[in-house]
């Protein structure tokens, strides 16, 4: 029987990936959630991709944009990190996922001065950078002279559902504690929690998440397979930890190709220990 166990679909709240990427296909709570965060008022979005996937080379890293939408003339980019990778682990995310947004523009014929502006916003329910905020928002500021700004259209905002500071919008902060587990506190987040009470009995929708967790389970075991077989077929202790790394290597790919994670989400998945990890990572 194999080991790889996912949530439960009984179990899956606002913060579990798959159930925010439902969420927020709904156009009026993605809408409103931009606007409230941002301030600001769009006048509409659409969708670009449900769930937009990059990966230009075979042996590249691939990576889920949870949310990918354009409104007005920018690209937002809504992600939910479950994961606490650390600060830095983190800002080198973010800064991944910009440059594959400008590829992916790029790649469709744009002109470097035709890049549009984008705004990626990570969704924590932790905290960051040892500070209080709800809010940290990131552009490019020449240390020289803090008044003068790059004007990149690159923009990197992180929220912490952990933060203390009154910083965010009455709304925001609704969604923040509902990411904590707290009640549903106004009419917006109360939306949130019957759409996803309703999505629960959605047949078609329970049928898919077992798709999806049989998917991620086979890649997990498939992986697990190989490498035991390699280490039996070689008899011996180096063919057995031979084996063992390109088993491990097979459901690190197999588990990024099927849900494009990246390696360090594939190996937190398999739950490797850090040496492991060390060991493993400049091989992918």
């Not at 952990?162 to 609704?174: F, L, R, S």
Request: aromatic share 10%.
């Amino acid at each position: 029987m194999s080991g790889y166990i996912i949530k439960p679909w009984e179990e899956l709240t606002i913060t579990d990936d798959y159930m925010f990427k439902l969420v927020m296909r709904h156009k009026r709570f993605c809408k409103h959630l931009i606007e409230k965060i941002l301030n600001i008022r769009i006048k509409d979005i659409h969708y670009l991709e449900e769930e937009k996937s990059f990966k230009f080379k075979y042996d590249s890293k691939g990576i889920r944009l949870d949310v990918y939408v354009e409104g007005d003339d920018t690209i937002y980019d809504i992600e939910m990190q479950v994961r606490n990778y650390g600060d830095q682990e983190l800002a080198y995310r973010s800064r991944y996922y910009q440059s594959m947004i400008d590829m992916d523009s790029l790649a469709r014929g744009a002109l470097y001065k035709e890049l549009r502006p984008s705004i990626i916003i990570f969704l924590c329910p932790f905290a960051l950078f040892d500070k209080e905020r709800h809010i940290y928002t990131f552009r490019n500021i020449c240390q020289e002279d803090k008044t003068l700004e790059l004007h990149d259209g690159a923009t990197k905002i992180f929220l912490s559902s952990q933060g203390k500071a009154n910083d965010v919008a009455p709304d925001v902060k609704a969604f923040l504690d509902y990411m904590n587990g707290l009640p549903a506190a106004d009419d917006f987040i109360k939306e949130i929690d019957a759409c996803i009470n309703e999505t629960k009995t959605n047949h078609e929708e329970r049928v898919s998440y077992m798709t999806y967790e049989m998917k991620m389970r086979e890649a997990h075991d498939d992986g697990r397979a190989e490498g035991r077989a390699e280490g039996r077929a070689e008899g011996r202790a180096e063919g057995r930890a031979e084996g063992r790394a390109e088993g491990l290597l097979v459901a690190i790919r197999n588990l990024m190709a099927a849900q494009h994670l990246t390696a360090p989400e594939a190996m937190d998945i398999l739950a490797l220990p850090e040496d492991t990890k060390k060991t493993l990572l400049p091989q992918i």
